[in-house]
């Protein structure tokens, strides 16, 4: 008898360890054949039923569980489920790598009442960003919830009626500015968390936008073209495969599987601006898809602003005679040279849900922009034929495949080729005053005296490897491969000879992220994850002391090492902290490597940049009732070496921008967030930012002894606290059921700043960007649940002077119509 009941203690042991590492391992496999109550008692009953992807394929290894409970399974090859409970109500959760989490109440019942697995199904939605969901507020921002970094998403469905571009839409996000130099299509840059331009890189769906051209500018894109925006602030996952110190921003658009669909509108507004677009498609059975996707903007940004003017006068003899200049005598004058327009036609053809790729896209894009300028660095400078124009071509490849050779194994690959060519023309023989005349000179060029077009290629592939091991354990590997070549040729000079330029201008960058992402529970999760850095650069090197001319060939390669960890932890249901951290580095863009050809010079031996970037986050959502509340605030930490700076350099009379390796800064700053929305009536929110972004060089250089002037003192030209107001209301059914009247108010503000460095100088007699509030309105009407859509906007309604850069005016009061027509589904 001891031997017997030693025995079955064994065997009860064994069977309590094997109970315990399939439920550390693989978490409900306990529950994947009919469970029993007691020796001779009836099984439990049972719930099946099957899980498969927004194209109908089926989706293997997903995990099925009860809230609340122990019980659960997962999916077989084929996506059927079969897990057994007790009789009751309860909330079925299923979750897969790659795709979004579904959450369906559910009765367990007896045999006779279940549900056969043919006839439970369970379409889970793709996650862009793989491992992510992304839970919306009622105002359309909200946390990218399940990941372990700081992130943002905004969902852009209550945009899609207004005339914003996806600039405008990302500055309602915490920490995100935007910094223009005047009208539709000027020169724009985005500034996430006090790191601006370069510091920020851009994604559409995971893959790159380097050299894309001007007329994928954000804000050159209308909001129509999203779904959702993510935004990934300072520490990035190794699956963007960047070298991004500020962030990220990816666009997120639709790819649903949908069986036709169409979407376009059209808007006119203030200056002659015309704004279009149009979207339509189909995925047919057989898993052939095609999709259309054309936009355009025109502007002639003729709007009024605030400047002194040099007055002049001909005389009969042709001689001229300058007025002095009083630049307290300000006028009211009108932009004459800086007529804008834009046009991008792009296609896809391809199959999805097919065994041998779940999506297999062919895509191309044809983009064409002509832009007049009409000032320079500052407004008192005036051109008037200034301009430039270009057009570019790109074919890409786009390739997923789930259980790629082997079970879950998850194939991302995505490739493009990016043909470029821009043009720059100054040729005109003239000097022009803010009233438009003008008397001719002596030399040709209002700025310098050129007309040259550059030819930028630009190879760029990606590889994304997610490998699940059990239900907690992922790794992810991630490669991008870019490879740029810009020549040039100038016109100048006789009209049947080119000048090219000797010396190509060359950069290739490699970089691999490899990262491990535990995800124990819906609790908590963590990663860690390596990346390296190679770049290759080739090209003219000047040895004149202003750094323009008597150029030689030079070139140079770098690689480094970086690596960080990210973790999530919710303290409650509906409070979760966030703590992330990365030994970042940024690679020379290929501007700051070779300048634009026009007014950057750029400098062939920069430096990466390497910075040790931490974020710390605490998010509050919950709903009680109609009442939806959502508060969140960031903490932000930056310590950067070898910054990337741009100063101005002069070559003769001219102006122009060069690069730099600063030394150190360092950032510090937080955000804050506060949303509120009542049902489906009412929401309002709004982010307050404050970023403080110093010098931290002790010495001019770092080989100089001299102590610098600036050590501890805030960079010039760098806004420091800003903060964004917006508020909907939404009459639902008014007139007829499925009609919608929203009314939406949104504000800016942003505290003054100086343009060189503040601690130098009297503050009286400094230059500022001056405090700024700016509001805007907008109506629209939506019929039939949004089929058709009718909308009026007033921008900066109480005509405030704005600027994002100093003496560079924005547009004052600008009114806007806007026609939408929305079919398919």
């Keep these: 008898m001891a031997f017997v009941a030693n025995d079955v203690f064994k065997r009860t042991l064994f069977r309590i360890f094997i109970l315990a590492l399939a439920l550390s391992w693989n978490f409900p496999a306990a529950a994947q054949h009919p469970a029993r109550e007691h020796r001779g008692h009836r099984p439990l009953p049972a719930l099946a039923g099957r899980v498969v992807s927004a194209d109908s394929s089926a989706v293997h290894s997903a995990t099925v569980y009860l809230k609340g409970t122990h019980y659960g399974c997962t999916t077989d090859d084929k996506g059927f489920f079969r897990l057994h409970a007790p009789a009751g109500a309860y909330e079925l959760i299923v979750s897969a790598v790659g795709f979004e989490p579904s959450q369906t109440d559910v009765v367990v019942g007896h045999k006779s009442r279940s549900t056969p697995p043919h006839r439970r199904t369970i379409v889970l939605q793709p996650s862009v960003t793989e491992v992510e969901e992304v839970v919306v507020t009622g105002s359309g921002v909200s946390r990218i919830r399940r ?9 852009t469905r209550e945009l899609q009626n207004s005339t914003k571009n996806l600039s405008d839409a990302l500055s309602q996000l915490p920490g995100m500015k935007l910094r223009e130099s005047g009208g539709v299509g000027s020169d724009m840059q985005l500034m996430l968390d006090g790191f601006s331009g370069k510091h920020v890189k851009v994604f559409i769906d995971g893959v790159p936008q380097e050299g894309a051209g001007t007329a994928f500018d954000l804000n050159n894109i209308p909001v129509n073209f999203a779904e959702r925006i993510e935004v990934y602030k300072g520490v990035v996952p190794v699956e963007f495969g960047t070298d991004a110190i500020g962030g990220v921003v990816n666009i997120v658009t639709n790819k649903n599987r949908r069986s036709w669909f169409a979407d376009a509108s059209y808007s006119y507004g203030s200056f002659n601006t015309h704004r279009s677009y149009v979207d339509f498609g189909q995925t047919f059975k057989s898993g052939f898809m095609y999709e259309i996707n054309a936009f355009q903007n025109y502007s002639d940004n003729d709007y009024h602003i605030d400047n002194w003017v040099r007055e002049f006068e001909i005389g009969e003899d042709g001689s001229v005679h300058k007025f002095p200049v009083d630049e307290n005598d300000v006028k009211r004058v009108r932009r004459f040279n800086d007529a804008f327009h834009n046009e991008v036609v792009m296609g896809k053809v391809g199959f999805v849900g097919k065994k041998w ?23 008192e400078i005036v051109f008037g034929e200034k301009h430039r124009k270009g057009h570019s071509f790109m074919p890409s490849l786009e390739y997923q495949k789930r259980n790629f050779l082997v079970k879950r194994l998850d194939l991302t690959i995505t490739a493009n080729y990016n043909h470029n060519i821009t043009r720059n023309i100054d040729t005109a023989a003239r000097a022009y005053n803010w009233y438009g005349q003008y008397y001719p000179t002596d030399s040709r060029g209002e700025q310098s005296y050129q007309n040259s077009e550059s030819k930028n290629t630009n190879w760029n592939a990606t590889l994304n490897l997610n490998y699940r091991i059990g239900r907690m354990h992922f790794l992810t590997f991630n ?15 006789t009209s049947s000879v080119l000048t090219d330029f000797d010396i190509p201008k060359i950069t290739r960058k490699n970089i691999s992220g490899l990262s491990y992402r535990l995800m124990p529970s819906e609790k908590w999760n963590a990663s860690a994850f390596v990346k390296y850095y190679n770049q290759y650069n080739e090209g003219p090197v000047s040895q004149s002391a202003d750094g323009v001319g008597n150029y030689i060939n030079l070139d140079k390669r770098v690689s480094s090492w970086g690596y960080g960890v990210a973790g999530t932890y919710h303290i409650l249901k509906e409070l979760q902290a966030k703590l992330s951290y990365e030994k970042a580095y940024r690679l020379p863009t290929t501007d700051e490597l070779f300048g634009d050809e026009d ?18 986050n605490l998010s509050y959502s919950v709903l009680l009732g109609r009442h939806n509340i959502y508060v969140d605030g960031s903490l932000i930490y930056r310590n950067t070496k070898d910054y990337i700076k741009r100063s101005l350099g002069k070559h003769g009379s001219t102006q122009y921008g060069i690069y730099e390796n600063h030394g150190h800064v360092k950032t510090k700053g937080y955000n804050i967030s506060l949303r509120y929305a009542f049902a489906r009536w009412f929401n309002v929110g709004g982010t307050y930012n404050s970023i403080d972004t110093r010098d931290w060089e002790k010495n001019w250089t770092g080989n100089s002894q001299q102590a610098s002037m600036h050590y501890k003192v805030r960079l010039p030209n760098t806004p420091y606290r800003f903060a964004n107001v917006d508020a909907s209301f939404f009459w639902h059914d008014l007139f007829a059921k499925g009609n919608t009247l929203t009314i939406t108010y949104d504000s800016f503000w942003q505290h003054e700043f100086p343009l060189k460095w503040e601690n130098i100088g009297d503050k009286s007699s400094k230059a500022y960007v001056p405090d700024q509030f700016s509001h805007n309105v907008s109506v629209s009407y939506s019929l039939m649940h949004g089929r058709y859509n009718l909308s009026v906007e007033c921008r900066n309604l109480t005509d405030a002077r704005l600027y994002d850069n100093f003496s560079l005016q924005k547009a004052g009061r600008a009114f806007y119509f806007k026609v939408r027509v929305h079919f398919g589904n």
């Design 147 to 155: 990941s372990p970094f700081n992130a943002v998403a905004l969902d």
């Design 599 to 616: 007014l950057e010079a750029g400098k062939t031996d920069l430096k990466p940049e390497k910075s040790d970037n931490f974020n710390f």
């Design 357 to 379: 790729a779940d999506r297999l896209v062919l895509g191309f894009s044809y983009s064409n922009f002509y832009k007049e300028i009409q000032t320079g660095v500052y407004q």
């Design 479 to 493: 490669h991008i491969f870019s490879n740029f070549r810009r020549t040039s040729r100038s016109y100048v000079g």
